[in-house]
């Protein structure tokens, strides 16, 4: 019962700022040619556990898109502008926007398309699947990257052999079960595929 009060505690104290954290700053957009705000960056990821969590997220990512949809209109330019809602890890969704020749970019080359014939079922996200229903939903693909550094970190480094083990274990299955596979100047990325993220416009 603690737990349960401490959390909803936490809710409540991180209301109002949310509200200023949230705010679209113009002068970042004009000069850099994109915005976000992503719930992870400011509150962590326990922000997306379920219930409570899971509520908040969705309330405020549809707030925000709204909020920010009425600012973008009255700029009269073309401008992109969508909910990135990631399925299962909500922790890491955001309110993405972006104006003049950023446009391209976040339209088709951010995200990979999924191969998997799914489309977006709003009832799973109760209760705002009439307002998730109003937007457009494009499936993509979640992926998580490990860079070959990482693999390569020296076994002198970890804090115990333990550490250096689990981690080897883990690098091994990575390296056979990997999603997709880059190279670049600074060697491989493996890439792990840990769900969908749904791309929602109007």
Same mark, same amino acid.
């Given at each position: 019962m603690r737990k349960i009060r401490g959390y909803k505690r936490y809710f409540d104290s991180i209301k109002d700022s949310i509200m200023k954290d949230s705010q679209l700053d113009l002068n970042f957009l004009n000069e850099? !040619?994109?915005?976000?705000?992503?719930?992870?960056d400011w509150y962590g990821a326990n922000?997306?556990?379920?219930? !409570?969590?899971?509520?908040?997220v969705l309330e405020n990512l549809l707030r925000i898109h709204?909020?920010?949809?009425?600012?973008?209109?009255?700029?009269?330019?073309?401008?992109?502008?969508a909910v990135w809602l990631y399925d299962p890890r909500l922790e890491l969704s955001e309110i993405v926007c972006c104006i003049d020749s950023k446009i391209d970019y976040y339209e088709n080359e951010v995200f990979l398309e999924s191969k998997k014939t799914k489309n977006?079922?709003?009832?799973?996200?109760?209760p705002f699947e009439h307002q998730l229903a109003d937007l457009s939903w494009t499936r993509k693909v979640d992926l998580e990257a490990?860079?070959?550094?990482?693999?390569?970190?020296?076994?002198?480094?970890y804090g115990s052999n333990k550490d250096y083990f689990t981690h080897q274990?883990?690098? !091994? !299955?990575?390296?056979?079960?990997?999603?997709?596979?880059?190279?670049?100047?600074?060697?491989?990325?493996?890439?792990r595929l840990m769900g969908d993220v749904w791309i929602g416009k109007k």
């Open positions: 850099e !040619k994109y915005f976000n705000f992503q719930f992870e922000i997306g556990l379920k219930g !409570k969590g899971r509520k908040f709204n909020e920010w949809d009425v600012q973008l209109q009255k700029l009269n330019y073309e401008y992109y502008l977006f079922v709003p009832d799973n996200f109760r490990t860079f070959e550094w990482e693999i390569e970190w020296p076994k002198e480094q274990r883990f690098y !091994k !299955k990575l390296k056979e079960n990997s999603y997709r596979v880059i190279e670049n100047e600074d060697g491989k990325v493996y890439f």
